[in-house]
C-alpha cells in the first residue's frame, strides 16, 4: 500500500471497514483512538497502549506548543521518540482548545490571537501556516488543519462565520504544509445546520483541487468537527450521516472528540472511520466504567462486597485480575490505582468494540450488530 492512501475493504450499508498506512505503521478502521492530550494518555504506561491494541494515539498541539515546547519535542527526534510510543500518532491543531480559552482568544481573518490563561498568561499569535509548521515540528503520523469551533446553540450568522473561516483556514493549511511523511486532514464545520456543512465540505474538496492543479496534494482525510458542543447525540445524528456520505470515499472520516459506546456504533453505521475522546479516561478518574450492562458507578454502595469482575464479559487486565468490591475501595480511598485499572478498562470496551464492528462490515453483518448492540443492556451508556 502506498504511505497515507486509504483502502476501503469492505462496505455493510453504509459502514466501512478501511485500512490506512503511515510512516510508523498501518491502521485498520473503523477505530478508537485513545486521547494522549499532553503526549501521555493520563495513567497509561505506553507499552500497555500496545497491550490493548491502540492503533492510534491523539496528542494537542496547543498544549504540546505551551509545555514543552514544540522546539524540545524535535529536538527528541519527534512526539513518538519524545514519549516512547512507537506507532501511529495524530495531532489535534488546537483550534478546540483556543476557541475553549473564551474571552481570551480573538480570531480575524488572518488567523488568531490568545492568551494561554490555563498555562502563564503569556500572548501569543497563530496563522494557519504557522500551525502547520508547529505540527510538523511535532512530527505526528497525521495532523489536522487549523480550524474554528463555535457552541451550540449559536445563531446561524455566526455558525456561518467561523465556517467559512475553517474552509478559508483549510485552503491556507493545504498550501503551507510541506512534511510528505504527515498526513493533513480537513475539517467540516457548520454547527447543526446541514446546508453549512454542506458547503463546508464542498469548499474543502474545492480546495483540494486546486491545490492539485497548482501541483501541490490533496487532503488525506477529514475530519468532521463541531459536533458534541453542548448539543444533544439525537440532534447531531440529524445531519451526521448525510455529511459523512458527502466527503470522498477514499478517504477516512473522522468523527471528533466523541466517545461514549453507542454513539460509535451508531456513527460507523453512517459511514464513520475514526474516533477520539478523553472520555473512557476521564470518566474512569470519576470511578465510572463502560460495561456489557450498561455504565457503572463504581462509587455505588452496591458494590461494596461485589468480588465479581467489573465486567464479566470482557477481557481486559482489570476484568480478569480485580474484583467490583476492590475497584470500588480505590475509588472511594482515591487511590490512583482506581482511576489507572477503569481506564485501562474503558479504553479496552471502546477499542474492542471497534474491532468487533469491523469484524462486522468485514462479514456484511453491521446491521445486525447495530440492531444486537441497540437491544442490549451495554447501549444504556449515558
Known amino acids: 500500500m502506498t504511505l497515507l492512501t486509504y483502502t476501503v475493504e469492505a462496505e455493510s450499508g453504509h459502514a466501512r471497514a478501511g485500512r490506512f498506512e503511515t510512516a510508523h505503521g498501518t491502521f485498520t478502521t473503523p477505530l478508537f483512538m485513545p486521547v494522549g492530550t499532553h503526549a501521555t494518555v493520563k495513567g497509561i504506561m505506553p507499552d500497555r497502549l500496545r497491550q490493548l491494541h491502540a492503533q492510534v494515539v491523539l496528542a494537542n498541539t496547543y498544549h504540546l506548543y505551551m509545555r514543552p515546547g514544540a522546539d524540545v519535542i524535535e529536538e527528541a527526534g519527534g512526539v513518538q521518540q519524545f514519549m516512547h510510543y512507537d506507532g501511529p500518532m495524530l495531532t489535534d491543531s488546537g483550534g478546540f482548545q483556543l476557541f475553549s480559552l473564551g474571552h481570551m482568544m480573538k480570531t480575524d481573518d488572518d488567523g488568531v490571537s490568545f492568551q494561554a490563561r490555563d498555562y502563564d498568561g503569556s500572548r501569543h499569535r497563530w496563522t494557519p501556516e504557522d500551525n502547520m509548521r508547529i505540527q510538523e515540528r511535532i512530527g505526528a503520523d497525521i495532523v489536522m488543519q487549523l480550524d474554528q469551533c463555535i457552541g451550540y446553540p449559536a445563531r446561524k450568522q455566526d455558525v456561518a462565520r467561523t465556517t467559512q473561516l475553517s474552509w478559508e483556514w483549510a485552503e491556507r493549511c493545504l498550501r503551507a504544509h510541506q512534511r510528505p511523511d504527515q498526513a493533513l486532514f480537513g475539517i467540516v464545520q457548520g454547527g447543526m445546520h446541514l446546508d453549512l456543512r454542506l458547503e463546508s465540505a464542498r469548499r474543502l474538496i474545492a480546495a483540494e483541487d486546486a491545490n492539485r492543479a497548482a501541483g501541490g496534494r490533496r487532503f488525506d482525510g477529514f475530519g468532521i468537527g463541531g459536533y458534541s458542543v453542548g448539543e444533544d447525540h439525537d440532534v447531531m445524528f440529524e445531519t451526521l450521516g448525510t455529511v459523512a456520505r458527502s466527503l470522498p470515499a477514499d478517504r477516512p472520516r473522522y468523527l471528533m472528540g466523541v466517545g461514549n459506546p453507542t454513539t460509535l456504533v451508531r456513527a460507523v453505521r453512517e459511514g464513520v472511520d475514526m474516533f477520539d475522546c478523553v472520555l473512557p479516561t476521564r470518566t474512569a ?72 464492528a469491523r469484524e462486522a462490515v468485514l462479514a456484511d453483518a453491521y446491521e445486525e450488530f447495530y440492531r444486537a448492540w441497540m437491544e442490549s443492556p451495554a447501549a444504556n451508556d449515558y
Not at 295 to 308: E, I, P, S, V, Y
Not at 311 to 316: A, I, K
Not at 341 to 355: A, K, P, Q, R, T
Open 285 to 356: 478518574r470519576m470511578g465510572t466504567a463502560f460495561s456489557s450492562q450498561g455504565r457503572m458507578n463504581l462509587r455505588n454502595a452496591k458494590f461494596t462486597h461485589d468480588f465479581g469482575p467489573l465486567d464479566p464479559d470482557c477481557t481486559c487486565p482489570t476484568c480478569t485480575q480485580f474484583s467490583r468490591a476492590y475497584i470500588r475501595h480505590l475509588v472511594k480511598s482515591n487511590e490512583m490505582l482506581g482511576g489507572i485499572l477503569l481506564s485501562i478498562h474503558n479504553l479496552h470496551f471502546l477499542i474492542n468494540l471497534m474491532d468487533r
